[in-house]
């Protein structure tokens, strides 16, 4: 079975401050991991994903996480927040061996002050 | 960007009724899902559904539970009886094809309220 947990149910960053979304994520089989951003009365949309391949990956916005097998971990990253990035951020895992569902973290608010 | 299409946006229902949550999935999409957020919680895998028939299913998908793609546009939820703790966002999502890892693409979702 997978879990996904995400320290921090609220973030509060400077605009122009690096922003750390941490993930960290349980699996019995290899992981296919995910972001997925959702703004105020939006769906979620796909941030970034790992499948295979290289670790660290990168995504829309200037967004991107790396997977650390040995952590657990996949954290997503952006050197210099924007206002705009106040969000809801999903961290997300799906199976290898069923691909189908996919399970998601509980979520982190962002917060980003002028 | 091609759009999954949720509606309605808001559906508010008294407890007992029957409600039904419809979908119009990305027109060349083949897999489709649901998908629910309780207020302050996590986003939660009810269903997955191809080629007619449901391909994975969680525990929250009793048999108050049903989906449906009547006419081979539209994607439906229909829950039978609404108890109050229905009452929560639920997402359509929808996919090209079956291959790991592939983008979902999510609707704006249904705002169900149980009273």
């Known amino acids: 079975a997978q879990s996904v947990t995400q320290l921090g149910s609220h973030v509060s960053v400077s605009e122009g401050a690096l922003v750390l979304l941490r993930c960290n994520y349980s699996?019995?089989?290899?992981?296919?991991l995910f972001w997925y951003v959702q703004y105020p009365n939006q769906g979620l949309q796909l941030l970034l994903k790992y499948t295979t391949g290289a670790t660290l990956v990168k995504g829309i916005n200037g967004f991107e996480a790396e997977f650390k097998k040995s952590e657990t971990s996949f954290h997503l990253t952006k050197p210099s927040a924007h206002m705009s990035d106040a969000a809801e951020y999903f961290c997300a895992v799906s199976a290898k061996t069923s691909y189908d569902k996919v399970i998601f973290g509980p979520g982190t608010s962002l917060s980003v002050i002028p | 960007e091609p759009e999954v299409t949720q509606t309605p946006s808001h559906q508010v229902t008294q407890m007992g009724q029957e409600v039904i949550l419809r979908c119009v999935p990305i027109s060349n999409h083949l897999y489709f899902y649901w998908y629910r957020q309780i207020l302050g919680q996590k986003v939660e895998f009810l269903v997955s559904?191809?080629?007619?028939?449901?391909?994975?299913k969680s525990e929250i998908f009793d048999d108050q539970f049903s989906v449906e793609r009547p006419d081979g546009s539209n994607f439906t939820l229909k829950i039978r009886s609404t108890k109050l703790e229905d009452s929560a966002m639920y997402f359509c999502a929808s996919r090209t094809s079956g291959r790991v890892g592939e983008k979902l693409f999510f609707g704006s979702g249904t705002q169900l309220s149980v009273l």
């Open positions: 559904f191809y080629n007619n028939e449901i391909s994975e």
């Open positions: 699996s019995s089989v290899p992981p296919y």
